[in-house]
DNA sequence: TATGAATGAGTATTCATTCAT
DNA sequence: AATGAATGAATACTCATTCAT
């Protein structure tokens, strides 16, 4: 009203990088990643997230829609996460053994380092999965790890390392839920066994469920095996 | 409305109304359990629950305090089913590898049959566990079940068809892992994978688990194991 | 907190009407019925209705669910107390002529008494009827005027005052049409025209609208009438 | 984005251009007479104008200022319309009857096919008028009508077909009553009467409409008219 | 023991309006 | 002349919790 707002003849005219359009989007999708993996779905206030990205809470309106639309996609979006990670796990230039001890190793570790694709699946079943079912493309976005797989076990068969008859998609569940529980209910063994939930003691859970998944895709001992 | 049945003073303090006072309370915690686990913490209903239970949301508060020491309250009860069922298991009358089968078929069906037990250990976990942590008997809670498997193992080596040095409590955590992911996020899986989350699904799941957690118990074979 | 609410002891114990279902509901019924006449559909606040009835928000939501069903109970309110109004007018115990006139000026003057009655049905109409049309029972609440009216100008024939073949309810509309027009439009008439729109001027209205429609009604006289 | 279609400086100052202003303009005010009458003031949204009228918002408030500025002119437009119609019905030209007969014809029919200019008034007077009394000119708006109606009824009293004492503006106001109501509240109406608001029903409203005022501006019949 | 009545403090969502280009 | 990006200030509605009986 009084001064007009003399911008500084020498320095930079603005703020550059605001009032750009995909940087808001991504700024927002981020922070309600974090947001609805912290609170669950109806623990997750829109107001946080605004404040966590950065922005006003109309913009997230004008962007997602509403409270439910943003939050498939985050989901989406935490499932994307976790496919570009196998994507580059390149287990065909590996030997079928050393592929499971990789795949085991990436999903465990993802599921530290990435906390929120835990947690945004806990909150999707706890709904019971009726954001999931209305994402399209869920199924593709998963289906090339399972192909992998699938090659890998072939591989393996031929090799004469690991039993036919296993399917991958079964495969890839087991390695998952040895790789999950540890993580997802960390918070509860600790109080209820009383143990450290830490990096050795994961690094423990890695190498028995490297083992595991090897000892149960191994043939029979030839020459009569166990018992 | 008008006068309540007034029961004569001098005489017993009114047993049944004692006893209309516990169903009450065993209403409400039942109620709680289901409606938690419905909606996670955050979601849950008090009126929900209220009305659930068949009672009024003044003598919700009356009883449990306020809408956390309810979510604690059901949270305990949740251990305390599961516990009610490991104990009657009876492992120590079984082979060391019955014991183990019976201990996993045990877990995966509860997982199944008290679908709350689940849904209540995954809304503690995304709340960080700070709930569990101040229930004081947690831990005794669960400990009776790893001396008996400690018991189980011990048996195990001295007869030879375990490997020494395996921990209890691992143990217990790689058996939960294997029966409770594919339980767990029966729903996203369902999407994601496109297969079915049913009855023989889930037996076979069963088998393959046990069948995992045998051979990696087992010994090495005597005469040149797995390379 | 600090000291306890010391009711002082001879006094009466507490504000007596407070916690009366019944009296909160109609508070709050006549509060919006106000507020819904003086703002509009979209232009009313919740909150104004709230202060106006003196209770909590809440408590409106508890008794009428929201927003449009609180409109949708004002504007029946609205049909009612208008309904109540003609009930009272005991048109069968006076002449055919002195009917019409009572059933004009009683009209007229409950529009400018009651200026909630127009606002309202502005306001439906504005809105395309969509609730009006849900209310089960509005049918119901105006049929015995139109039974009244049709008795009167039957009673009128039979006289020779009335011509035959007029029907009750395009008498009724044209009635109050000429009440209805001058209220509900006075603030833009008294701009455009520059006309006092008062006590006095209504009179005259009043007056006139009464000698048109008797004027309308009255038969062509015996021999040779109009021109 | 990159370069304008720079018009060469020293030419003519794009005369397109400006065509092409008044045409937003235009568009903003008939997308606006139409989303105020069918909302109302409150219930407008400045989005939905936008839309209508296929151009930004920022564009509507630089050409109208704000919402209650460009409510002001669609109110003006309303006005503007009606008189248009009116100037050319050539009272003057027609014999005193049958101008009163056209008037009535004229204005029940503009109500119908311009149905915002009713939603304008009502919206207008449910907000008590606040808007129309900013508007400078609205009484030369309607000036020119109400001397025609004037001389019309001079001319009616000097041919002895009506009786004298009318006042011209009381007599616009009892036609406008009569075609007003019946299309204003056509919504409520159709509800509560279970009548048919439609083409013939409107033509007899017409008919009506027109012997009422006809039989009330008559003079008393020379031998011994109405008692 | 038990409850109908009532509310304070939020929470998702909307909308007129402005900024920067 | 025109617009996509962005927001402050509401507004309808909810929910854990308490009051008074």
Redesign the pocket.
């Given at each position: 009203m009084t001064d007009a707002p003399r911008p500084s003849p020498a320095r930079k005219?603005?703020p550059?990088r605001?009032?750009?359009?995909e940087?808001?989007r991504r700024a927002i999708l981020e922070a309600a990643l974090v947001e609805f993996s912290e609170a669950g779905h109806a623990g997750?206030?829109?107001?946080a997230i605004a404040l966590r990205a950065?922005?006003?809470?109309?913009?997230i309106?004008?962007y997602f829609g509403?409270?439910?639309a943003l939050y498939a996609a985050a989901l989406r979006e935490a499932y994307v996460q976790i496919r570009e990670g196998e994507r580059d796990l390149d287990l065909e230039h590996k030997t079928p053994e050393d592929a499971i001890r990789a795949l085991v190793a990436f999903t465990l570790q993802h599921y530290v380092e990435k906390p929120w694709f835990i947690s945004m699946l806990n909150t999707e079943n706890l709904r019971g999965g009726t954001t999931i079912r209305a994402i399209e493309d869920v199924g593709e976005i998963q289906s090339p790890l399972v192909t992998q797989l699938g090659a890998t076990l072939e591989r393996g068969v031929a090799a004469g390392v690991f039993r036919p008859g296993i399917d991958p998609v079964d495969l890839y569940i087991m390695i998952a839920s040895l790789c999950y529980f540890p993580v997802s209910n960390a918070h509860t063994l600790r109080v209820v066994f009383r143990c450290a939930i830490d990096g050795p003691w994961l690094a423990r859970r890695c190498a028995d469920a490297q083992e595991m998944v090897l000892r149960f895709l191994h043939p029979p001992a030839p020459g009569g095996g166990h018992a």
């Open positions: 005219p603005a550059v605001l009032r750009d359009a940087r808001s997750a206030r829109i107001d950065g922005v006003s809470k109309p913009l309106y004008s509403d409270k439910d």
